[in-house]
């Protein structure tokens, strides 16, 4: 019986251990979750959109005056976003993947395009999302976004 337990408990660590990426899969893996979060807002998918956010998520979104919780709030932001007509498309620029076990954080560049009071813009921006791998999926807890201050003059 006891060798019984022992191979039990070694095929639940074995099985334990490939659950796990290494660290570079799982920084390809968070770098992928901006991906399918960019194909989300391009797509106007609210839906889609807030169901990449943990439950409890927090959003200081770019156009947003006040900070925001929750999946619901999650998607009514990007609903009161997509009401643009056309809504705003974003293009990833630079990224920064770091991973610390099962969380990981994303921080670089992203540009909305759009058209605002028939003028077209381009607005570049600053982003930071810190993921938590939950059931093999990165689910995004916090993301904050700016707009790039201008350069200093000289």
């Not at 810190?130 to 990165?138: A, F, I, K, N, P």
């Amino acid at each position: 019986m006891a060798t019984r337990s022992w191979g039990v408990w070694l095929i639940a660590m074995l099985a334990g251990c490939q659950s796990v990426p290494s660290p570079e899969a799982a920084q390809r893996e968070a770098g992928a979750a901006l991906q399918a979060w960019s194909e989300a807002f391009n797509s106007c998918n609210a839906v889609g959109a807030a169901a990449l956010y943990q439950s409890d998520a927090v959003l200081w979104g770019t156009f947003a005056p006040a900070i925001i919780s929750g999946r619901a709030g999650v998607q009514q932001y990007f609903e009161r976003v997509c009401t643009a007509n056309p809504p705003p498309k974003v293009t990833v620029g630079q990224q920064l993947v770091r991973v610390y076990g099962d969380t990981a954080i994303n921080s670089g560049t992203y540009a909305f395009a759009g058209e605002a009071q028939g003028q077209q813009y381009n607005l570049p921006a600053r982003y930071s999302f810190t993921y938590r791998r939950v059931d093999g999926r990165w689910l995004i807890a916090d993301h904050h976004s700016s707009a790039l201050p201008a350069p200093p003059a000289r």
